[in-house]
């Protein structure tokens, strides 16, 4: 199981899945092709179902819009608000433990009966939940670099993320020193 551990905050799989493809899903739906970027993702962290993507694409891009405002969201009230309205739509038939696979118990927010979008829905609202419990409503953001508008999750120790990526901060580095000079 990969863990990511900042001190007295662990992240784990568990906690993590949701969050992470919540990111990865709001990043494709900014992105060209983000059909096969989705699918990606859903194969990346296990998201039984995949062959109905080209069934529910439509309906996954359109809750990775809805996703974009909790990674936007500028406090942890702002942050939670947003989640709860993600859960009361993509979580609301109840939370249950599985140990499928030979997994150790976790959480599941739909049933696997459940269709692609549905459980989708599920896990990234519950997900972000989970996550924003144990990071007390931050480590989300949007990449500070201007012009990009993807998001993540951070997981690091001093919990001072600010880019999607070490080129992002490294191009913005260089925009800032070539526009002092």
């Not at 969050?19 to 970027?37: C, F, Q, Y």
Request: aromatic content about 6%; hydrophobic content about 40%; overall charge positive.
């Amino acid at each position: 199981t990969r863990q990511w551990c900042n001190g007295s905050v662990q992240f784990n799989h568990d906690n993590m899945t949701g969050a992470l493809l919540a990111a990865e899903l709001v990043n494709a739906e900014a992105s060209n092709g983000p059909e096969a970027r989705v699918g990606a993702a859903l194969e990346l962290h296990g998201i039984r179902g995949r062959a109905a993507l080209s069934t529910f694409v439509d309906g996954v891009l359109e809750w990775a819009r809805l996703l974009r405002r909790v990674f936007e969201g500028q406090d942890a009230r702002t942050r939670c608000d947003e989640v709860n309205a993600l859960l009361a739509l993509g979580a609301s038939k109840g939370v249950y433990l599985s140990t499928h696979d030979g997994l150790d118990p976790h959480l599941h927010f739909a049933p696997d009966s459940d269709d692609l979008l549905a459980r989708v829905r599920a896990v990234t609202a519950g997900g972000l939940a989970i996550f924003l419990t144990e990071s007390r409503g931050s480590r989300l953001g949007v990449c500070s670099r201007r012009g990009c508008e993807q998001v993540f999750v951070d997981v690091g120790r001093n919990a001072t993320r600010r880019y999607y990526s070490t080129r992002c901060g490294n191009n913005d580095a260089v925009d800032r020193y070539r526009q002092r000079g």
